[in-house]
């Protein structure tokens, strides 16, 4: 049996046929200035797209809920945002059927910011990291209670990081005995992790990315989940990836943890920090409707955990919030016994 990623090509794999990649770099224009806005470099389209006539085009759509399909929604939040160089207005509903939440009508060009951005420095990046490290090493070894032996009939087991940013989650299991390989649609993301600690990475939207069918023992998707346009594809696919029997880890905030964190900051602090961040955050679970997502796909849930939220903003009012937050929803975990935090889920590819 063949090693999944042993045909990867050096450190990185441009995937070129990637239509979303395309798709934003067409509406960006291969003519792009850079325009400082906030202490990022945004290349911004050159055209009569927006206010100042520098960047995309406002394109909105309308989608029905991603888990039953229905198109009955009630409003959760509302916030304003800056997108490029505008204020938009964002709404999240939850949808009366299943109560799924989710931002509608949302960003056609939802992943533009983050396809554009590159802007961080190694310090910023490296400080990010680190304030993740113990939760990923915690992580890490829930993952090896569930896959126990690093090691299959091909040699080395299979982890594939889906949206892999940086890439230190990719460089920790390769520490702990796994053959490695992540997927991340941001050039400037993949080329960093191939630079800095020469590991593989796809070039790809996930729908995208050409991966052997059940070839992968353990996938990963960090703080991935909410930013995917339709999440039961992306499952669904990362189903077909898994070997039978295989594992899949996933961490997301929870609706009811950014709901908190919006009466926070927007109805006592009286601020307009964003709390959904709706320019790129699409779709918010609980664990009650990611069980059915996830049962629907094919996956069985093998535990359910709440994970502290890094402190990995330079706004020491979002940090307070966010550990305002995780106090109160502590407490309210401890009487309801659900789990309502930061949620870190593992899984099973079921049969």
């Known amino acids: 049996m063949s090693r999944p990623f042993a045909g990867l090509p050096g450190t990185l794999y441009d995937h070129h046929d990637d239509h979303e990649t395309h798709r934003i770099a067409r509406i960006l224009s291969m003519k792009t200035v850079c325009q400082k806005q906030k202490n990022h470099e945004i290349p911004a389209a050159i055209g009569p797209a927006s206010p100042s006539g520098k960047y995309p085009p406002v394109r909105w759509e309308t989608v029905p809920c991603n888990l039953c399909g229905a198109e009955d929604t009630e409003l959760y939040h509302q916030e304003r945002l800056v997108y490029f160089d505008q204020e938009l207005n964002f709404q999240i509903v939850r949808c009366r059927k299943c109560s799924l939440v989710y931002t509608n009508p949302r960003l056609a060009d939802y992943n533009a910011l ?81 630079e800095t600690f020469g590991l593989p990475v796809i070039n790809a939207n996930i729908l995208d990315a050409k991966v052997v069918a059940e070839s992968i023992d353990v996938m990963t998707a960090w703080d991935v989940i909410e930013h995917v346009d339709d999440p039961k594809a992306v499952l669904g696919q990362c189903v077909t990836w898994l070997r039978p029997g295989g594992v899949m880890a996933l961490r997301f905030p929870s609706a009811t943890y950014q709901k908190f964190k919006g009466v926070l900051l927007n109805q ?26 996830a049962h629907d796909v094919g996956l069985e849930i093998l535990a359910v955990k709440t994970t502290p939220m890094e402190m990995n903003t330079g706004s020491s009012l979002i940090n307070g919030a966010k550990r305002c937050v995780g106090l109160a929803l502590s407490a309210a975990e401890l009487l309801s016994r659900r789990h309502l935090g930061n949620l870190e889920i593992f899984c099973r590819k079921s049969g």
């Open 114 to 194: 983050y396809l554009c951005d590159g802007s961080y420095s190694v310090k910023q990046i490296e400080d990010h990291a680190s304030a993740k490290a113990t939760v990923f090493a915690k992580a890490m070894d829930e993952i090896e209670r569930w896959h126990a032996t690093p090691t299959n009939s091909a040699g080395r087991a299979s982890l594939l990081d889906v949206g892999c940013g940086s890439g230190h989650f990719m460089a920790m299991a390769r520490n702990r005995g796994y053959d490695v390989c992540g997927i991340e649609p941001a050039k400037t993301w993949a080329r960093y992790v191939g």
């Open 268 to 293: 006592v602090f009286r601020t307009k920090h964003s709390a959904f961040g709706a320019t790129m955050h699409l779709y918010f679970f609980n664990e009650d409707t990611f069980r059915q997502m």
